[in-house]
């Protein structure tokens, strides 16, 4: 066999093989522009009229062939080495390419059986698609074997490394458009070949499609030299493979040789890496594919005078004006007719004999592989019992803990439980959210160098750690959704770099939970700590609390948020997390020493509630109080603690109950989320008619928004965190927001009528007493000691 | 003078420029250890005791001295050749360095006499740094010469990209940490320099700070071998000079020497491009720094028997117990007493007289140039007047435009009579968005390869298009900071790419406006087309209106959104933005053909009010109605309408008022906002007892939170978003979210009470309607016709 100067074969298909390539991918074209175009006659039976055309038409040719010739070649792959290999499309909006070729390799038609192969099937496949009550324009979760959406641009080579980890068999390839290749998220992705490991992780085959345009523009890694884009390749670890041209005979070829070439690569870095499983971390240099060919390629040339075809005009639909205009019906049918049809199909309407032998069977098919549809492959947790992590509490108030590095604990023997199926990811915060006891068990997984001096860095490990959290939340979606468990660790400000991630995932699993043959997938899980209260290093810059109020916005029945106020508390929900399908569970937990409320029996209890009114703090002897005190959230849970203890002190006769929320849902109206409390039982805790003062974590206007239904609503008044912070002390920052304990207790003189003398003498002691903790912290730069260290009376 | 074999001169600094830069770093960074510790006894005049010590020690040591380092090295250049030069500090957590060297170069004292260069001076310095009523930790908007927040991580170069156009004589130094770089949007910024025009704009010199560890983990960069670091570099276009090592003086002669040979170079490709300014399009190959030095270099070698210089455990405090452990306080005092203090103050307290000659004067101190003060050079934009490019009406909603084409030439000639001041920033979508009119007086600014195929491609222009929602936003940011003005025009849902950088400029804004010597820059402007009902080719993936939720969580003075329903009121908005300062505006429009309702007349006071009762589509005579339907957005607005219309000839007596609202602010009361309109006023309009039926563009939700305050707020019944969509026609969509014209007559029928048995029919015949509109939807793929081509009737 003849190689090229880079040693590749250079012809290694033969002619019935190159052939037979051929025929598969110009059935996919066929297939993706009858898609596009037809509502009728698939197989042009007869001349095309206007009335078989799609009175609106909608998606996008010109990544599609690119897409489909590389299909086509990756199944002649899997077919002759017996691959395990999914399929990543990271131009997503290509949808029609790869519906084609999962109706091609006989899944649709299975999971579809009205969309079959004969004409009627192929007539239903070519009217559903971007057709109202059809299938969406995107490589969407109705696509079988997808496990990325054609939505957002930038996660493909994240999710396809989250796939990758812990199936040491697996290959993914993915391919990322070259417009995708600009976008932040994705330029940073590159890199996550430095956390993977070639001995207990598969592989990712990165296939850059240089098609040369985005939507209007050029791209740029279509238009800086060859030896820059190489040499960026190399710098990011890979050997970069080259496939151009636009002569599909020349392509094959490449293509096959430089695909043989990849594979051959990775059998051999597994094997090395597998026999020398005890020898030093290595990093192999994987190898990766850089294909050039045309935009459009095999469409329309020129369109109105105008060239389309290798321009960013092909991006949409290349012939507009089909129904209409009678020059592009004709031009469309010749365009169809270029891949005859007569060859590649039956009489039937299906797909020709010499076809069906190209791909592979059953579930080696990548439409069929059961890692991308992650919920056939998941295995519970083996979670060990919380209740055994809980933190001994001398009293309700007067223990002091951290949170996290309680629940740290339970959580290195969840990573120890599951050495297979479970990942903490995080923007390297685990050990500064206090959640280190997980390196008593593991590591951080990392192949490049490692110095005498680094601490829990290995070649293995279930920590992954890069400061990028774009990088750890598409890692940790790529791992759920080919079936394992993980959480995602971060700073509460900074998870808003994921905003749109979380959207674009919770709109998967809402999509997800509606088809049939969609098994369902573990939730995903957020900690945020090292929360807008508590920015000791930081300040202004780090504090939001928003999060929690962009994930609202997703549907009920997918996202839940859960405050817990301590340690205890933590445990049992985060047990409840792990265990959890189908959800979004965003847990905001504080690391810093603070004092502890409940004990583990009264956490299980707290928790399963949601909500409840603690009676150790409150004066309401269980009858109607004169004022509900409202918290949720630790930093505001013990100013509210603080302020019932100033009252009792100072007005003893004033009924006071102290509630406090661990699950937020559980304040909207049952008719608005499934966790939500009925009208009836809210009222009884929360009270008809009497003032409520909320003591919130975040954005006041959140409490709103969940209460505004409420008989009590107009009664509520909430304070939390309104833009006002600097780097200052703990307490300082709660009187910078009005949430501290002075203003709590001011608050309820100011709502509870008929007080008295007595009241208006305790709110000057507010006003002084206030004023006094300022002064001490900008004297001495800390809080006053009576502040700092107040705990709930015996 | 001897060069090294890379050509760079070995010692380029005789033994005195040595000694005084070394003095001068050693000054910076005993200035800056003092901040991270000492409240008194600056000079250490006498020996360290306890009570020196701030009680609370935070801030950020590890990556301080690298900054220092560069900065004077800068000032060394800079005061040799005169360059304009302004510094972004992408480690920004290393505040005490950065104000260490304005308080060193004078602009600190000049701009808070009090702490001036005495010891008394130095003592206010020490003391203020992350201390409460002090300043923040960080680089903050508080610090001279910044424009860029030490907050999140990412965006160090996108800003100095933003700041260099239309500056050619200005140079942006940037330093990137090396845990910086491993964030999506830093990875993504690199390729900045493909839209950088060396003719007409300025330079950006990219200095890696590869100082080997975030905060608990190695960083990438540091751990990948020396030809893929500069590989990679390469790759992205540049010249990457290599600095590196733990000795003082060899790199004090190493980084000049790198220096020197980058503004050589700089000066080089200046001059060559401004030679050949009619040339073929040009990418220079800028140069670049890659400073690889210790992490907390000069801070303790080993503490508590571990290392701490050179590894992660500098980052932060590396002496954590100086006030409780006596060997800990006589540490500090050693190491504070190494940069021997006494050689660097004089004995009032101030920097010694040879320090001072080491930094450039007046406005070219880096701290004190003017660009990092945009306000100071901010000039008002020459503003075509856009009612000139309105569009005619005949009769209301009767007309069909696309709202952003129409928009789109005034934007035209804004960047025609703005040269110099004004860019057009997006993701390739600005030809969607249709704003190509712009292109008949501009290009695409595009440095690499152009092909005789590509459009309005250019080498200069003044639209800037990546596909990085980040890079945009991070150039506008730049630019505005540095006082010139913009528009972002993106897609609706995937602005939440950026929510958190929002966060962080609208943090900044709200910092500036509080510090008297800044002054106010230009709003940042959104234009977000492409909204979530008209997502034609895309689908459920691409639907989400909840960015303008996520703005709303910032201070209402900084925040404003705008929902203009047709291409006047759009007009009126944009040029209302345009002149706008220290705001963030939010502009929904679409670009569909869609019905006009204003005049340009009625557009202007539309606008001016905020909102409004539209008369010519009410029946209530202007007396008080029996309902109201309210609407925001252009998809809204047109169900209402058609509503309105269904209802007035089927119940002709029923009383309806139509409103519209374009500034969503003034729903709120104007105690929450200063757009909120008082309640009175707010009554007046949509009346304190009658039912409100409010379609709205985004989450529902939204309106709750705007009005749960208002007397009639349970009366008011709200349509929008409910994460309904896929993709399908522009009607399929209201119907499926319940938005639609047949849907809000049976909210209206279900919530006025005495309708009588007219409406009971009518109400079925609605419910007959929506059928029959599925129905054909689903048959022929397109909408009703009298659905489709309603207008408002004569």
């Not at 206007?50 to 489909?68: A, F, M, Q």
């Not at 993915?174 to 932040?184: K, L, M, P, R, S």
């Not at 150790?616 to 302020?643: H, R």
């Amino acid at each position: 066999m003849d190689t090229t100067q880079s040693g590749l074969a250079t012809a290694p298909l033969t002619d019935e093989e190159l052939a037979r390539i051929d025929a598969y991918w110009r059935a996919a074209n066929y297939l993706t522009v009858g898609q596009i175009y037809l509502l009728d006659n698939p197989l042009l039976r007869e001349p095309l009229r206007p009335e078989h055309i799609k009175p609106r038409l909608l998606g996008h040719w010109g990544t599609s062939p690119g897409l489909s010739l590389i299909y086509a070649h990756l199944n002649r792959c899997i077919a002759a080495r017996d691959l395990d290999m999914i399929f990543v499309t990271g131009p997503g909006h290509g949808g029609p390419a790869i519906v084609a070729n999962t109706w091609l390799e006989g899944t649709y038609p299975e999971l579809h059986p009205s969309v079959n192969h004969s004409e009627e099937g192929m007539k239903r496949l070519f009217r559903q698609f971007s057709f109202p009550g059809g299938i969406p324009s995107h490589v969407a979760a109705e696509v079988p074997g997808s496990i990325h959406e054609g939505g957002e641009l930038g996660y493909a080579l994240s999710h396809a490394y989250g796939a990758a980890f812990d199936n040491p068999e697996l290959t993914v390839a993915c391919v990322i458009g070259d417009g995708e290749a600009e976008t932040g998220p994705m330029a940073g992705s590159w890199f996550s070949n430095v956390f993977l490991n070639p001995v207990t992780d598969g592989t990712v085959l990165p296939i850059l499609h240089l098609n040369g345009y985005k939507i209007a523009n050029p791209t740029i890694f279509a238009r800086i030299s060859d030896e820059d884009r190489m040499s960026f390749f190399r710098g990011v670890g890979y050997e970069p493979f080259l496939v151009e041209g636009g002569d599909p005979a020349s392509v094959h070829q490449q293509l096959a040789a430089a695909l043989d070439a990849c594979f051959d690569r990775i059998a051999e870095i597994r094997a090395d890496a597998r026999r020398n499983v005890n020898g030093k971390p290595v990093r192999p240099r994987w190898p990766m594919i850089v294909l050039r060919t045309p935009k459009g390629w095999t469409g329309p040339d020129e369109v109105d005078g105008v060239p389309v075809e290798g321009t960013w005009r092909a991006h949409q639909v290349p012939l507009a004006a089909v129904r209409s205009n009678p020059e592009h019906l004709a031009m469309l049918e010749e365009w169809m007719r270029s891949y005859r049809p007569e060859e590649l199909f039956d009489a039937m309407g299906g797909p020709a004999p010499e076809l069906l032998g190209l791909h592979p069977q059953g579930a080696r098919r990548m439409s069929a592989n059961p890692h991308a549809n992650g919920g056939l492959l998941l295995r519970d947790l083996v979670l060990p019992d919380y209740r055994d992590y809980g933190l001994a509490i001398e009293g309700h108030g007067r223990t002091t803990g951290e949170a996290t590095r309680v629940l740290g604990k339970w959580i290195r023997d969840v990573i120890s439980a599951n050495p297979d199926r479970f990942r903490l990811f995080g923007p390297d915060e685990v050990a500064s959210n206090r959640l280190d006891a997980a390196f008593e068990t593991t590591d951080r997984q990392w192949t490049a160098e490692i110095l005498p001096t680094d601490e829990h860095q290995a070649p293995h490990g279930r920590v992954m750690e890069a400061l990028s959290e774009h990088l750890c939340e598409g890692w940790l979606e790529g791992y759920l959704l080919t079936g394992r468990h993980g959480l995602f660790t971060s700073y509460e400000a900074f998870i808003h770099i994921v905003d749109s991630m979380f959207n674009q995932h919770a709109k998967w699993l809402d999509s997800l939970s509606k088809i049939p043959w969609r098994q369902p997938i573990a939730s995903l899980n957020y900690l945020l700590s090292s929360h807008v209260w508590r920015q000791d290093h930081n300040g202004f810059s780090h504090q939001d609390p928003g999060f929690i109020d962009h994930v609202m916005n997703k549907k009920a029945d997918i996202v839940r948020v859960y405050l817990p106020p301590d340690a205890n508390t933590l445990l049992s929900t985060m047990d409840h997390c792990l265990r959890g399908r189908q959800y979004v569970n965003v847990v905001v937990a504080g690391k810093q020493p603070s004092l502890q409320y409940t004990s583990m029996d009264e956490a299980v209890r707290h928790c399963e509630r949601g909500l409840g009114i603690w009676e150790w703090a409150s004066t309401d002897d269980g009858q109607s109080p004169d004022v509900v005190l409202a918290c949720a959230g630790d930093a505001p849970t013990l100013e509210v603690l603080a302020a019932a203890d100033l009252l009792r002190q100072a007005l003893p006769r004033l009924k006071v109950r102290v509630v406090n929320v661990v699950d937020l849902m559980r304040l909207q109206p049952d008719t608005e989320h499934p966790h939500g409390l009925g009208d009836r039982q809210f009222d009884t805790i929360f009270t008809a008619d009497k003032p409520v003062l909320f003591a919130f974590h975040g954005y006041p206007m959140l409490i709103h928004r969940l209460t505004y239904r409420r008989t009590n609503h107009d009664n509520i008044h909430v304070r939390g965190y309104k833009e006002e912070g600097t780097t200052t002390t703990p307490f300082d920052m709660v009187v910078l927001n009005d949430l501290d304990r002075y203003r709590l207790v001011m608050d309820v003189i100011d709502r509870v009528p008929g007080l008295g003398q007595n009241a208006a003498g305790l709110r000057q002691r507010m006003v002084d007493a206030r004023h006094a903790a300022r002064e001490h912290t900008r004297t001495h730069g800390e809080d006053l000691p009576a502040v700092a260290e107040w705990q709930w009376p015996h």
